[in-house]
Every structure is written in C-alpha cells, then in structure tokens.
C-alpha cells in the first residue's frame, strides 16, 4: 500500500520560507518521478513542480521559478520542497504526488499515480 505522508507545512509571512518533507512507503521509490501539487480555496489543483526518477530533471510552475526547489533523497525515500521568497498567493494545501509520466514540461492530475493527504500552507501578508 502507497502512502505519502508531507509535513513542513504552517503559517509564515511574506518574504518568508518553508521546506515540505514528504515521505514515501510501499513503492520503489527510486523507479518513479515525483512532484507537488497545490490547491488553493476555490480553485482547482493545479502544478507546481516536478523531479525526474534520479534528480537530473526538474521543471516548475512559472511563478514559482527562482524561489521554491524540489529534491529527493532516495535513502530516506522522500521528496522535499524548499519555498523561499514566499508570497500570500502561495497560500493553499500542498500535496506530494507520485507520478505515472514525465513529461517534458509540467505535469498534470492525469499523470499522478498517488497522492499525499496534503499539507497546508499559509503566508500572511
């Protein structure tokens, strides 16, 4: 049974930073890309990065470039994803996902096999 379980998340004001943990159970962890996913109220899941099998490709949301990075450290089964620079429009529930495709550029819900229950994350202005 797969489980993804995120921690990290909280309430932090702009300017501010976070790093989501997520740790993986149950699947070989190093034979699939991971990515995150966000969901902010009221609208849809959309997003936000993505991470090759073994870390040499990574492709990100537009607006998120240059501040949040993703990594994964396949001894301790876990995908992180550290957020600086943070703005109140980052405001939503995070969730880890692991997915079924690479594509070149961004993934999709379509494309995720799994996902976590999700980690909220708040940023004040």
């Known amino acids: 049974q797969v489980q993804l379980v995120e921690s990290g998340g909280g309430l932090v004001q702009a300017g501010g930073s976070l790093r989501l943990s997520c740790a993986a159970s149950?699947?070989?962890?190093?034979?699939?890309?991971m990515g995150w996913f966000r969901q902010a109220p009221g609208k849809e899941r959309e997003f936000v990065a993505r991470?090759?099998?073994?870390?040499?490709?990574?492709y990100y949301k537009e607006s998120v470039k240059g501040r949040f990075t993703i990594s994964r450290d396949s001894a301790k089964n876990s995908v992180y994803l550290q957020m600086n620079s943070l703005k109140p429009e980052d405001t939503a529930v995070y969730f880890c996902?692991?997915?079924?495709?690479?594509?070149?550029?961004?993934?999709?819900?379509?494309?995720?096999?799994?996902w976590g229950r999700g980690t909220q994350v708040t940023v004040s202005s």
């Open positions: 149950g699947l070989m962890f190093s034979s699939y890309p």
């Open positions: 991470l090759s099998r073994n870390g040499d490709s990574t």
């Open positions: 996902v692991v997915l079924e495709v690479l594509r070149v550029e961004e993934s999709y819900a379509r494309d995720v096999n799994y």
